[in-house]
C-alpha cells in the first residue's frame, strides 16, 4: 500500500545519456513534484505540475523534462545526463490546493 | 522569496535527553511550515505541520514544534530522545501562491550518543 513509489531506486549511467525515473502516487492527489537533493542533502524543487499547470523552477536545465501520462504518474526525463545532475531525486504529491506534500523514497542517479 | 535556515548542521545529544532543532523562516505571509525526518537512505517522512491557529503542534514519534512569529520561528522538540531518533531533520515553508512548492532548510543532522 505504498503511497508515492519511484523507480528505479538506483541507477547508474554514463554521461551523455537519456534517462527517465518514474513516479507513482496511490492517494488519488492531483498535484505531484519533483525535487532534487544534492551530495550536500540540500533539498531543491524542480517542478510543480498538475493538469492544468506546469511550474518549472527556472533554475532547471531544459535537458530535464517532466511527463505525465495520468493524473497518478509524473515521470522525469533527463537528456544528455552531465556528471553534475548526480543526486537523489525525490518525487512528491499533494492533494487539490493542498501544501502538504508526501514523498516517495527516492532516486539516486549516479552519472560516471 | 521564502527561505529557511536551519543553523545547526550537526547535533549530538545523549539517549534520554531532550532535543530542540532550530528553524527560522523569511515569508512575506502567514507561512505554512513542515518538519520532515529523513532516516538514511530513506524519503522524506512528515513529522508535523502548522497552517494556523494554536502555536504548539504536536507530531508523529513524539515530536513537537512551536511556531514563534515575532521570532520567525519553527523550532522543533522532543522532551526524550531515543536511538531511533538519529535522523537528517528538515524544516520546511510552503505557499499556495507558488505552486504549491516547498522551500527547504538546509537539514540538521542528529545523531543520538548511547
Known amino acids: 500500500d505504498t503511497a508515492v513509489s519511484q523507480t528505479p531506486k538506483y541507477l547508474v549511467t554514463q554521461m551523455g545519456n537519456d534517462k527517465s525515473i518514474k513516479c507513482e502516487q496511490n492517494?488519488?492527489?492531483?498535484?505531484m513534484y519533483w525535487y532534487k537533493q544534492d551530495s550536500k542533502k540540500f533539498l531543491k524543487i524542480m517542478f510543480s505540475?498538475?493538469?492544468?499547470?506546469?511550474?518549472i523552477n527556472e533554475t532547471v536545465p531544459n535537458r530535464f523534462s517532466p511527463k505525465s501520462p495520468d493524473k497518478a504518474h509524473l515521470n522525469l526525463h533527463i537528456n544528455s545526463l552531465e556528471l553534475g545532475d548526480s543526486a537523489v531525486y525525490f518525487c512528491?504529491?499533494?492533494?487539490?490546493?493542498?501544501?502538504?506534500?508526501?514523498f516517495g523514497p527516492g532516486t539516486r542517479l549516479t552519472v560516471t | 522569496a521564502q527561505s529557511v535556515t536551519q543553523p545547526d548542521i550537526h547535533i549530538t545529544v545523549s539517549e534520554g535527553a531532550s532535543l530542540e532543532l532550530r528553524c527560522n523562516y523569511s515569508y512575506g505571509a502567514t507561512p505554512y511550515l513542515f518538519w520532515y525526518v529523513q532516516s538514511p537512505g530513506q524519503g522524506l517522512q512528515l513529522l508535523l505541520k502548522y497552517f494556523s491557529g494554536d502555536t504548539l503542534v504536536q507530531g508523529i514519534k513524539g515530536f513537537e514544534a512551536e511556531f514563534k512569529r515575532s521570532q520567525s520561528s519553527f523550532n522543533l522538540r522532543k522532551p526524550s530522545v531515543h536511538w531511533s531518533d538519529a535522523a537528517e531533520y528538515f524544516c520546511?515553508?510552503?505557499?499556495?501562491?507558488?505552486?504549491?512548492?516547498?522551500?527547504f532548510g538546509g537539514g540538521t543532522r542528529l545523531m543520538v550518543k548511547p
Open positions: 520546511a515553508v510552503g505557499a499556495r501562491n507558488a505552486g504549491n512548492m516547498l522551500t
Open positions: 505540475y498538475n493538469n492544468k499547470e506546469l511550474i
Open positions: 512528491a504529491s499533494s492533494s487539490r490546493g493542498a501544501v502538504e506534500q508526501y
Open positions: 492517494l488519488g492527489h492531483d498535484t
